[in-house]
């Protein structure tokens, strides 16, 4: 080979290597740029993936920081409720808990650092270490997350800003949560809210209550073996729970000693020491019993108050079911928002409700009931009775009974819906009607079978009283007349809305038997003792409740009782109507026929009124001093029918005795009269001039009246009258626009029935009603036109001239009739005539001169009847009698017969003079 050729070769293969070098470079390029754009594949699809999780954890991260306090981080705790002299009387929940600095409790807070978190003091909230710890075992684990790398600080984000689910989302938001709390608070904030807000077992949230609770001390007061038993207490309650399991805690003490020991925070001796102790667990509680009537009222009343701060509208009343059962479904879901927020919200309550009241109405109630002895199944009387009590003078509640138990879950106080029977007639019938001028005390009304609509109210006797007074029949409790004042006053359910009964159901707006107690779903016992109140309170009902002072977690009073009354006060009656309304129930008490006349009482006045529903399933007694109003009903949870149970006995006699005792040591008060109010008969008006005994010092025939009233109650006459007459004119022109002539009467008298059309028009006030009448009547007169009047002019000339020749011939008739009358009159006493001949001739008993002429002057009466349908039964008479008397003796024969010496007296002969 060529030293040439060889050179060649070598060039050769060194253009071949670089040629394949150049395709190498070439393909690994193409490689890279493929997977340059799978990188760019996989970023843009993580991207796309994970943009939005990333976003949705920004946008919570936001938030919560926006809304993030130092008050966040205080835990609510119990919620407490107070009486009115301050003593706790129950307690939400069985939480240990108050927040406290961690200023004095350095064993504490080391422990946590040693035991949880060494790099506490110096990390930026999150580590980096125990996160990919974290990571490996997650991996390790298939995916499933065992441990967290939870710094303190991440677990303050957990306890009190997330929820304790286990997710990559929630551990992500839980990471830029840290790093942002690192940034707004120091360290010592940050271990302090991580101490007050470990949960440590038993209820107790926070290092103070699981101190109290487990030791009976302070926090501060703590040893060190305690402080290191309740920091590996913290880690796993239900573990390492010294109640639970004592040893298991000891153990984890240890732990807790040992780290601090190697973190240089305890010496050796204090270390040999806390070894060595074993601390006492004492367990001690502050729980009180939460089933108490007072305690569920108020809790009820706080979550009512709350409700409305949160700006949530109340409505009592409704126009349909889609709007009742709306309205029902977002009450029920706000209610049942904030009754949880309330039980968990740290709140301390106070109230007005008095202990030593409320022992006394639900002794005189469980009394009261002695005699129903029978259990149901779930071992409480099955005959039931609830009562409330509100003080007049705050309109406050002060005592509550929910059940014949001291206590019990369900509160009848509040929470029962009954029928009221006749103790809602003040504040449904007679309340309104009088306030609405629709009626007075003194006015008489009829008590008489009724028929609404096919609804025939009765009274309870049975029987009707025909007239009486309003006043009477309050105090008889006479349904007729109730029935009769709701449907005058026409206002439906306004009146219980404005004293906000809570029971009201759509279907009660047009059903007439509530204003006797017949109600959809029935009514609260607090509802019918606040109405009682408003009349006792001068009309104006109260949004009081129980509550005076409502304090959150943080201290702050959220709510708290105004001093000036009027501001929670809305008036429903006048001071007028109440008055009125209250005398006339005083005499359900005062008057014999009254029906709580037996419960009177000499050294108090009282006002009330019974209730007692359809079979006596249901009854009420509600009244009211001057101090105090009480509401008791009883019956069964089930309602059925109950022998002797009326309104004036169970539930009166237990009103009674406890509204006796409550007034023991208070001096008789009578009821204010306004000084608007005054006396009159019917005609004159008087002053009412004393103060003393004011039901009775009313002069007889006199009665108490309103100017104000009286007014209202002229106006509603006036009213009705309008009212009569506008539907009269409206009746009388809708009948002429209907008018069709039909006859020449019609005709005739078109312009009377124009005229009495227009009558009753003009006693119509309205200007624009009467305008409208008239047109319609005048347009209607107009179509009877000149022409139709004309044809009918004629029609009544034709019938004119027809009645005066019917007269005529009615005229020749009735001289025909009067000849022939005239003529069987002649007859007729010819007749009678030829008769009484025939009867003077029968009673002759001498044939002389005078009867001789008898019989030739009948005989010519006879003959004049000739023709006569009586001639022939004339003549057989006259012949008979002239047979009969030719055969009598003559004067000549009776004398040849007497042969006796003496002279023969008058007597003897009888006379032929017809005198």
Known sequence: MSIEHETLSKADKKI?????RKKRRKFMRRIFLVIFLLFLIACG???????????????????????????????????????????????????????????????????????????????????????????????????????????????????????????????ALEILLALDLEKRYDKAQIMEAYCNSCYYGNGCYGIEGASEYYFGKRAEEMSLAEAATLVGTSNSPNNYNPVINYKLSMQKKESVLKNMLNENYITQDEYDSAMAEEPKIVQK????????????????????ELMAQEDFKSQYTFDSSEEYEAYEKQYDEKYSEVYEAVRE?????????????????????????????????????????????????????????????????????????????????????YGPAMNEGVTTPQEVLNDEPLNINGWEPKNASGSFSGPVSVRDALAKS???????????????????????????SYADETADSVSIGGFTNGVTVADMARGYATIANGGKYSTNTCLTKIVDKIGKTIYELPDDKSKTEEEVYLADTAFLLTDMMEGVFQQEYGTAHEYVNDNQVYAGKTGTTNNNKDAWFCGFSAYY?????????????????????????????????????????????????????????????YSDNIYWSRPDGWDYCSDQLEEKYEKHQKAEAEKKNTAAAESAVSEFESYMIQSTDEARNLDARYQDVLNKIELVNDANKKTSLYDRAARKY?????????????AIEQEAAEQENLKNEQEVVDAQASYEKSLEIYNTSKVRLADWYINQLGQRTVYGEYTQKLLSDGESAVE????????ENLRKQMDAVKRRVTSLPTKEDILKKNTTGGLPSEESYPSDDPS
């Not at 509680?285 to 979550?303: D, G, I, P």
């Not at 022992?359 to 469980?366: D, P, V």
Request: glycine share 8%; charged share 20%.
């Open 16 to 20: 071949r290597r670089k040629e394949k």
């Open 45 to 171: 699809f993580m991207i796309h993936k994970l943009l939005p999780v990333y976003q949705d954890l920004k946008t919570q991260e936001y938030q919560i920081l926006s809304t993030m306090s130092e008050d966040t981080f205080i835990r609510a705790g119990n919620t407490e409720i107070y009486d009115a002299a301050g003593n706790l009387i129950g307690r939400v929940g069985n939480e240990h808990y108050e927040y406290i600095s961690v200023d004095n409790v350095p064993y504490v807070t080391n422990g946590y650092i040693a035991q949880e978190d060494k790099e506490f003091p110096y990390h930026n909230g999150i580590n980096l270490k125990r996160i990919v710890k974290a990571g490996i075992t997650l991996i390790k684990k298939n995916g499933e997350i065992t441990q967290g790398g939870s710094t303190i600080t991440q677990q303050v984000v957990k306890n009190n800003l997330l929820s304790q689910e286990k997710t990559f989302k929630r551990k």
């Open 285 to 304: 509680t502050t729980n009180v019993e939460s089933n108490s009537y007072l305690f569920s009222y108020a809790l009820h009343c706080t979550v009512l």
């Open 345 to 429: 919200g740290g709140y301390k309550i106070y109230t007005s409700l008095n202990s030593e009241m409320q022992n006394k109405l639900q002794s005189y109630l469980s009394d009261g009931l002695k005699d129903f002895t029978n259990q149901g199944e779930d071992g409480l009387y099955e005959m039931q009775g609830g009562a409330v009590c509100i003080d007049n003078e705050t309109q406050l509640v002060v005592a509550i009974v929910g059940g014949r138990e001291d206590n019990n879950a369900f509160n009848r106080g509040y929470q029962s819906k009954r029928q009221p029977g006749s103790a809602i007639k003040p504040i449904l019938d």
């Open 478 to 504: 006479i349904n007729t007349i109730a029935v009769q004042l709701y449907l005058k006053a026409d206002q439906g359910l306004t009146y219980l809305d404005k004293l906000h009964f809570s029971s009201l």
């Open 629 to 689: 109003t009480t509401v008791v009903w009883t019956g069964y949870d089930t309602p059925q029918s109950v022998d002797g149970l009326y309104g004036n006995t169970y539930p009166a006699q237990i009103w009674s005795n406890f509204m006796n005792d409550i007034h023991n040591n208070l001096a008789k008060e009578e009821f204010t009269v306004p000084n608007t109010i005054k006396l009159t008969n019917g005609t004159d008006k008087t002053n009412v001039d």
């Open 782 to 794: 107009e179509t009877f036109t000149t022409e139709i009047k004309d044809s009918w002019q004629k």
């Open 864 to 871: 004049a009847c000739n023709g006569l349908e009586d001639y």
